[in-house]
């Protein structure tokens, strides 16, 4: 397969795990030249520094944090939700930062984060049976026949959301956050409850003391820096699963080698569709952006041998970010035979923990949901796994969003089963909120600390 020659458009006719086919041809056909015509939204340059920030916490040097939505809707597409979003982001970043004492690379699940891939291609409800709901990007969540119907028109009016997302966060990190520069004005009332460990509460006042102390400082250096902090880097990714979508905004660029996905800065492959022979590994193989790829639990080190010889053949640093999604029952197992054969062969990757696509349950009001606990445990593990191999957990990737959702159960906050109707938004997987989002990150500012 990696012996045939790439073109843009060789991953047709190769093996799709997520085939999702757009009854009207011709109307797929215009949409998507229109979609390849239209102007890029990130650049090459953006994507080559990506690339070396990546390569610098493949090292060690840098830790990243990647969240967002499961799925980002085109409701969404509104300033409130995307700032909201955002700040949460850029607070847990703050707080990472002053744990592992190093840069974070910021990336949001966002400006594209679309098209979801589910596990039946159909839903059944009673005794009907419609396609399932792929995302915005494909068809709608209405179970109607008409909602459901993969309609290629959304693939322009994806592209718009996202480029309207897009310019909203790139001018909000312009400088549109001087606020979060006061921890004492974030929402921190979760640390007030009264199931709050004292050590614990005890531990959160102390970072947010150093950080206030440290932005402080930071302002009293005078303009330049003032200037510097107000201004933040924010990259963004998705799932590159709709291949029609992606595979229309792959350019050549003027005096750079190769072909770049101008749509997002970091594209990932997911747990269902990274067959080696597949068409998602076949298109972005051939891609110069860094790569994504999901890892499951029943991965072996050889599989991810295979990947890598084919998305990464020349080792190419910041070019793979592994992000592994074991379940915190299965981490410990799981995860050291993958950590032993990459680090026994040598290959340049970046490991990042997804601590919840392993760990989703169904509560028994059917709502599907994630533990606090659970969440924690899995980062644990890998933490424990990479210290032991002697490997580099270079980062993380949450669901999560700055809302008060009730969608995870736990935290301090103290979510419980009964709590989730009262606030139960995604669209599909459950996010952490806000509360949960932030206690997260001090405890693995904590963490890294220790
Ligand atoms: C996701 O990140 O939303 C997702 C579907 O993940 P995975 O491919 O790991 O299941
Ligand atoms: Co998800």
Same mark, same amino acid.
């Given at each position: ?94 707080v990472l930062i002053l ?97 709050l460990p004292a050590s ?55 005096h750079r080698d190769g ?127 990479? #210290? ?29 089963? #009964? ?32």
């Open positions: 397969m990696s012996a045939e020659q790439w073109r843009p458009e060789s991953f047709r006719g190769k093996p799709n795990a997520q085939d999702i086919r757009y009854p009207d041809e011709a109307a797929l056909a215009d949409a998507r030249d229109r979609l390849s015509r239209l102007p890029p939204l990130v650049t090459s340059w953006e994507i080559d520094k990506l690339r070396g920030l990546l390569a610098d916490a493949q090292l060690g040097k840098r830790f990243v944090l990647q969240g967002g939505d499961c799925a980002e809707s085109f409701a969404d597409c509104r300033p409130d939700r995307l700032v909201s979003q955002l700040k949460i982001l850029l607070k847990m970043s703050l744990g592992s004492k190093k840069p974070v690379v910021r990336i949001g699940r966002v400006a594209g984060q679309y098209a979801k891939p589910r596990s039946s291609p159909t839903e059944r409800r009673g005794d009907r049976e419609l396609p399932s709901y792929f995302g915005d990007l494909y068809n709608k969540p209405e179970f109607e026949e008409s909602a459901r119907r993969p309609d290629p028109q959304l693939l322009l009016e994806g592209y718009r959301n996202a480029a309207l997302t897009l310019n909203f966060i790139r001018s909000l990190s312009a400088g549109g956050f001087a606020d979060l520069h006061h921890p004492e004005y974030w929402d921190l009332s979760f640390l007030s409850r009264a199931e614990l509460r005890a531990d959160y006042a102390r970072t947010l003391e150093q950080l206030g102390d440290a932005l402080r400082f930071m302002e009293a250096l005078g303009n330049a820096s003032i200037g510097e902090l107000s201004r933040v880097d924010f990259f963004t990714s998705h799932e590159g699963l709709n291949l029609e979508y992606e595979s229309a905004q792959v350019r050549k660029v003027p072909h770049y996905l101008l749509n997002t800065h970091l594209p990932w492959i997911g747990e269902r569709t990274r067959a080696l022979d597949g068409a998602h590994v076949e298109l972005f193989r051939g891609l110069a952006n860094p790569i994504g790829v999901k890892v499951g639990p029943k991965t072996r080190g050889e599989d991810l041998l295979q990947l890598l010889d084919v998305l990464d053949p020349k080792g190419v640093p910041g070019r793979m970010v592994l992000i592994t999604r074991m379940g915190h029952d299965k981490v410990q197992d799981a995860l050291p035979p993958l950590l032993a054969t990459i680090a026994r062969e040598g290959r340049p990757v970046l490991w990042l923990c997804d601590p919840m696509h392993g760990n989703t349950t169904t509560a028994s009001s059917g709502h599907k949901t994630r533990s606090f606990t659970d969440i924690l445990a899995e980062l644990e593990g890998a933490f424990a796994a990479h #210290a032991a191999a002697g490997t580099i957990l270079g980062g993380v990737h949450f669901e999560l969003t700055g809302e008060d959702v009730t969608e995870c159960i736990g935290g301090a906050s103290g979510i419980t089963e #009964a709590d989730l109707s009262r606030a139960y938004d995604t669209l599909c997987d459950p996010r952490l909120n806000h509360a949960q989002a932030l206690e997260m990150a001090f405890l693995l500012a904590r963490r890294m600390r220790a």
